[in-house]
């Protein structure tokens, strides 16, 4: 998904500190949204809020609306009905307000490839009329101090998606879309990202995410949106998700005949639960464990549809 977020010399960063605003309207606000684009509803009547410095997941299927709503959200789509704010101001015609506002940063990068790190973010810094201190900050950040002055040509795919990043925490935003913004990073750089993403939401920076990476979602998300089909599924934590729709299975292997055989028995099925104590008494039980539920298994469940 690629979306350009258009910037231009008077979106200077307002100067007080929002990490001291308060907190009680939301930073994000959708109210009965729909978007069509013709015969063809992309999304159906969403409604959503997301506090200031909460880390949220929206998640969901190709197709299901995620890159429509986003369109919607940094002014580059028009929505069919309805309503839908940031930061108070609402879209389409508030966007003047809101652009100074936010950061997106994309799946894709969009890097000036024949300039170095340093100076893509120093034509950045000059649109957001940003001081030139924060970009050697911001590339500390980041771990791309020592290829500061390497032109991005010669970047791998992490260090280009790091500089994206890099750019888009360079004026500061008090509102951050990320997509996908730890593909294509060796492990350690995942971590990196990912606690930095924490760091910004707790100085109140709200961030609206979007990942196939399940994983990823379990471990940083406040809360999370499924939409599927254009249409909201569930909105909960990830901890209640995985509360509310798990299912207790159990793993058995047991030899018979030389051979070893396995079994997935549900706890909740009284079949099941019978199976499991013919196995126990009457077969040589090489293994017996809890089968574990991820928030990846939610997902499928409430969307029938792989994450891939």
């Known amino acids: 998904m690629t979306i350009d977020v258009n910037l231009s010399r008077n979106s200077s960063i307002p100067k007080s500190d929002f990490a001291h605003e308060p907190s009680g309207k939301p930073m994000i606000e959708l109210s009965d949204v729909s978007v069509k684009f013709g015969s063809h509803t992309a999304v159906d009547r969403l409604n959503l809020t997301v506090n200031r410095g909460e880390l949220f997941g929206f998640l969901g299927p190709n197709g299901a609306g995620k890159t429509t709503t986003i369109r919607v959200l940094t002014g580059q789509g028009p929505l069919t009905l309805g309503q839908a704010s940031v930061a108070g101001h609402f879209l389409p015609r508030g966007f003047e307000l809101i652009k100074p506002l936010i950061g997106y940063i994309p799946d894709t990068e969009n890097h000036m490839e024949e300039f170095t790190?340093?100076?893509?973010?120093s034509l950045f810094a000059r649109l957001y009329d940003v001081p030139r201190s924060r970009i050697d900050e911001v590339l500390t950040q980041l771990e791309l101090a020592e290829a500061a002055d390497v032109v991005v040509r010669n970047y791998s795919k992490g260090m280009r998606k790091k500089l994206l990043i890099a750019r888009e925490l360079l004026h500061q935003p008090r509102v951050l879309f990320c997509d996908e913004p730890t593909a294509n990073l060796?492990?350690?750089?995942?971590?990196?990202?990912r606690q930095l993403l924490r760091e910004q939401a707790s100085r109140g920076v709200t961030i609206?995410?979007?990942t196939h990476d399940m994983d990823e979602v379990e471990q940083i998300c406040d809360r999370v949106a499924i939409l599927c089909k254009?249409?909201?599924?569930?909105c909960d934590t990830p901890t209640r998700f995985i509360?509310?729709?798990?299912?207790r299975n159990v793993a058995v292997q047991f030899e018979r005949d030389d051979q070893i055989f396995r079994e997935l028995l549900s706890l909740d099925d009284?079949?099941?639960?019978?199976?499991?104590?013919?196995?126990?008494?009457?077969?040589?039980?090489?293994?017996l464990h809890s089968q574990e539920f991820r928030f990846a298994d939610v997902f499928l469940k409430l969307t029938g549809q792989t994450y891939s």
């Open 243 to 247: 509360t509310r729709h798990a299912e």
């Open 270 to 287: 009284p079949t099941d639960q019978e199976r499991l104590s013919q196995i126990v008494k009457g077969e040589r039980c090489v293994r």
């Open 230 to 234: 254009g249409r909201l599924v569930e």
């Open 208 to 210: 609206f995410l979007t």
């Open 186 to 193: 060796d492990a350690h750089s995942v971590q990196r990202v």
């Open 117 to 121: 790190g340093r100076e893509n973010l």
